[in-house]
Each structure stands twice: as C-alpha cells, then as structure tokens.
C-alpha cells in the first residue's frame, strides 16, 4: 500500500500546519501547535483554548467529550497523539481514550494512563495497576513486590518500579516478566533494554531479563531497531557498540547522536552532518542543526530556516521554515 509522507511546519507567523514532501502546505498554518499524524491519518491540533482531531484533509472530528487534555510526552515535552488509533484524554480528574471517530472508546475511569503500544496501554485506579487492550478489558498487575509505578509498553514489556526503588518488567498478560532488581531500565528496542545494576554500571538485557551485554559502562541509549547499535559511555567518552557489544569509534565527530535508522548526525567545525554503522559520513557535515532520522528523512537547518532532506543529504523539501518537526508516513 502506498504511503504520503506529512510533515508539521512553523510559519512566520508562529502558527503550526502540515507540508507534504514535495514542500506543498496541505493544512494551513494556523494551530497554536499541533503533533504528528498518526499511521491511519488522523492529529491532535492545539487550538487558541483547547484541542481538536483533525483528518488528512485538515477537518476537525467532532468529539464527546468537549473540555479535554491530553497525554503529555516525557518531562511533559510535546503531546502524545493516537497510538493504536486511541488517544488518551483527562477530563476532570480521570483518563480515558478517544478513537478515531471522537467517541469514547474506553471510559474516563482512570487516575493515570499511559499511550498505547503494540495494542496494550497501561493505567492505575487508586492503588490498582492495570493493563488495557484497545478493547478496554482489565487485567490487573499482580506482583509479590509492592509496586508504585509503572510506564508504557514498549515490544510486548512496560517498565514497573517497585517501593525500595528497583526496575523490573511486566508483560501485556499483567504479570511480572523480568523480576524487579535494577536501579533503572530504559524501554525495549530492537529486542533489547538498557539496564544499570545497583552498582550503577549500564548495560542491555534481553527480554529474560538476562544480561546480553554486561554493566560496564556509566551510560547507554537504546539500541536503534535499524542498525542494532546504541551510544555508550566510558571514562575516554561517548562511543557505540553493536547487538554483540563490539565497538564502534567515531573519532573524526566533535559530538555524537544516537543512530536512528542506520545513521547518527555527528559535528565538524560546528557544522552538522551524519555518518553510517562503519564511521563513514555518508552525508558531510554541512548544517546548522539536524533532527534524527525518521522514516528515512531528517530535519535540517541552513540559513537559519528548517527543511527536509533524504538519507543522501538531498533537500526533499526546502529550508524556508521557522520550526518542522520529523516526517510520518501514513497509510
């Protein structure tokens, strides 16, 4: 099935809307701010008050429930839009989640939600943890650890945290599947975790909770799912490894991103540009700033305005805007 590519830009004006990738404004700019379509077409805009959904044609879908907010992403940066075709919403002092037509699919019963991921969310109501389908059945976390938090899934596994301060994991069936024993955990990607014991020290389990990669280093980022490589740091600097811990140093960089599909921007003389899983800059360093890759294109910037280029460093849609943000794909 083919797939458009949209993209959210930032007018003069300050208003937000949506480019498509041959640089077309399909949605005016007009939002106080909006977030990514979703896969299935379908965004949350920022109105003066408010939000609204807005289809690929830029019309609002009517909603039920009128005066909403809605899930914020980490340390409450940028919202979180529809995830499984759900999205979730506080109304009052309880969550619940919207589909794609406006309607309440699943009741606002809930003190703490979490975005949906591979058709499971997470919820609490009062001292009950619980996992949701998109159909909005219950299954209750049991645990002999007397857990007080728990996070989003992230490949079929949801970070819990347990009274003393310890990580584990629970599944998509509610139960604990990686027992509760870290100082902190990152989320599941490319079929593997980062994870610190309580020394400290980080390192990657596998979804047994087995260490694949020992704690040796004194940070991680997740492993990129394309190119199966995570940044790393040692007492010498950053650096990266493989799935099987085997090395990788960029020395010809002055700073180091993470990999996002089989590239990671890196730095020359202030300028930006990125390299491949062999250390090679495959796109020279050129930019005054770059976003990861997503989806094979990336946001860069030159002569102070933000465009799009391909994973050859081809602009894909000019730099004439204030702000853009990474490029979706929808179905």
């Given at each position: 099935m083919a797939q458009n590519g949209l993209v959210q830009i930032k007018a003069e004006s300050g208003k937000w809307g949506y480019a498509n990738l041959k640089g077309e404004e399909v949605i005016p700019a007009k939002f106080k701010n909006c977030n990514p379509f979703s896969s299935d077409g379908f965004a949350v805009v920022v109105l003066t008050s408010g939000y609204s959904i807005i289809n690929v044609k830029g019309e609002e879908i009517p909603t039920e429930v009128h005066d909403y907010e809605i899930i914020q992403g980490i340390f409450g940066i940028g919202p979180k839009g529809f995830e499984n075709g759900l999205l979730g919403i506080r109304s009052g002092k309880k969550w619940g989640y919207l589909n794609t037509s406006g309607k309440l699919?699943?009741?606002?019963?809930?003190?703490?939600?979490?975005?949906?991921?591979?058709?499971?969310?997470?919820?609490?109501?009062?001292?009950?943890?619980?996992?949701?389908?998109t159909k909005g059945k219950e299954t209750s976390l049991v645990s002999k650890d007397n857990i007080d938090d728990i996070?989003?899934?992230?490949?079929?596994?949801?970070?819990?945290?347990?009274?003393?301060?310890?990580?584990?994991?629970?599944?998509?069936?509610?139960?604990?599947?990686?027992?509760v024993q870290f100082k902190s955990v990152g989320y599941f990607s490319g079929g593997l975790a980062w994870a610190k014991n309580t020394e400290g020290k980080a390192g990657f389990i596998n979804p047994k909770g087995e260490w694949v990669i020992q704690p040796t280093y004194l940070d991680v980022t997740n492993f990129d799912p394309v190119s199966k490589f995570?940044?790393?740091?040692?007492?010498?600097?950053?650096?990266?490894?493989?799935?099987?811990?085997?090395?990788?140093?960029?020395?010809?960089?002055?700073?180091?991103?993470?990999?996002?599909?089989?590239?990671?921007?890196?730095?020359?003389?202030g300028k930006k540009g990125f390299y491949n899983t062999k250390g090679e800059w495959v796109i020279k360093p050129q930019f005054e700033g770059v976003r990861k890759f997503e989806n094979g294109y990336a946001a860069a910037k030159q002569g102070g305005k933000w465009g799009i280029i391909d994973a050859s460093g081809n602009w894909v849609i000019k730099p004439v805007y204030s702000g853009i943000n990474d490029v979706v794909l929808i179905k």
């Open positions: 699919a699943i009741p606002l019963n809930y003190d703490y939600i979490t975005e949906f991921n591979g058709g499971y969310a997470t919820a609490r109501n009062g001292g009950r943890f619980i996992v949701l389908d996070k989003h899934f992230s490949e079929g596994l949801a970070p819990v945290r347990s009274s003393n301060g310890l990580f584990g994991f629970a599944n998509t069936k509610a139960e604990i599947a990686i027992p995570a940044k790393v740091k040692q007492e010498s600097g950053w650096s990266y490894i493989d799935a099987s811990g085997k090395p990788l140093v960029v020395s010809t960089t002055e700073s180091w991103g993470d990999f996002s599909d089989g590239l990671a921007a890196g730095e020359q003389g």
